[in-house]
């Protein structure tokens, strides 16, 4: 099965933690600090002058050449909807051109409570964010942005930060259906993403130079996504800029610099409970919500 064939994103979540760690990619004060965490940005940072113009932007990427054998192409933004076979065995090419597939591959829905992945055909105009507290394996905060009728997700293992001056690693999951975003209970222990998940942000978010859905396509694809959130803990601006490493994308997650920053908050150590529920990660796991419907 896939499951085992590929790595999963919680797998991916320790073992990136750990090589980002030894690399030291989030320590903001280290002066070594992320070498390659810092070429990416001062890349995207190049790209961000010209972002008026993104396809000219992306041509004179360096990068961009590299990217072209990835995923990250540009003009391929409508991918996830137009169902178009791909020529490529990518994995995640794959998963693009099938919306939610490789979420739905990943999961046995007789056996956890997630919702089954389906792209709704109308989808409201105000974009939504979520952000997901997940104590799996490793504990990290599920960082979702609703784009072409899935969430964007990254798992970030530190979680946000409203300091400037921390750059956070966020790696890129597999694409989440937008009925996630109401999900806080447990996934059954030994089945993909095992643990107690606890909806700890939500709201709405938009492009940040007002460029609509568009400007989020392009940013996203050039792996420097610049949004504002509307949510009842995280708000303003911030960025999500992919960083220039093989493998499955990572990027890191970054507020700006606004009325909403605050370098001496500690936003996760803050706030613990449920925005919805208002529940502890403690009273969600006894909530005895964990289901199996057909265990014989
Ligand atoms: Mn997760």
Same mark, same amino acid.
């Given at each position: 099965m896939p499951a085992s064939r590929a790595c999963s994103s919680h797998q991916l979540v320790s073992m990136a933690t750990r090589r980002a760690s030894k690399r030291g990619t989030e320590r903001s004060t280290s002066a070594k600090r992320g070498a390659t965490a810092k070429r990416g940005v001062k890349a995207a940072k190049g790209g961000a002058k010209t972002a008026q113009s993104g396809a000219k932007a992306a041509k004179k990427r360096p990068s961009s050449a590299k990217r072209s054998s990835s995923t990250r192409r540009p !003009?391929?933004?409508g991918g996830s909807r137009s169902g178009k076979p791909s020529s490529s065995s990518n994995?995640?090419?794959?998963?693009?051109?099938a919306p939610l597939a490789e979420y739905n591959r990943k999961r046995d829905f007789t056996r956890t409570a997630e919702p089954a992945g389906k792209v709704p055909k109308r989808v409201g105009r105000a974009l939504h964010f979520v952000i997901q507290k997940h104590a799996a394996s490793h504990?990290?905060?599920d960082f979702r942005l609703?784009?072409? !009728?899935v969430m964007k997700s990254w798992a970030v293992p530190k979680g946000p930060s409203l300091d400037p001056s921390v750059r956070r690693l966020?790696?890129?999951?597999?694409d989440h259906p937008i009925s996630y975003n109401t999900f806080e209970g447990?996934?059954?222990? !030994?089945e993909y993403g095992g643990g107690t998940v606890m909806l700890w942000d939500r709201g709405t978010y938009e492009a940040e130079d007002g460029g609509g859905v568009e400007a989020l396509r392009r940013g996203y694809e050039k792996g420097d996504l610049k949004f504002v959130l509307h949510g009842e803990r995280l708000r303003g601006s911030?960025?999500?800029v992919r960083m220039q490493r093989p493998g499955r994308p990572q990027w890191l997650l970054i507020k700006h610099r606004d009325d909403e920053a605050d370098a001496r908050r500690d936003i996760t150590g803050e706030e613990t409970t449920s925005v919805v529920t208002d529940r502890s990660m403690d009273e969600i796991a006894s909530g005895r919500r964990v289901w199996h419907s057909n265990r014989s």
């Open positions: !003009g391929s933004t994995r995640a090419q794959a998963s693009r051109s504990l990290h905060y609703e784009l072409d !009728g966020a790696m890129e999951v597999e447990t996934i059954p222990a !030994g911030w960025v999500l």
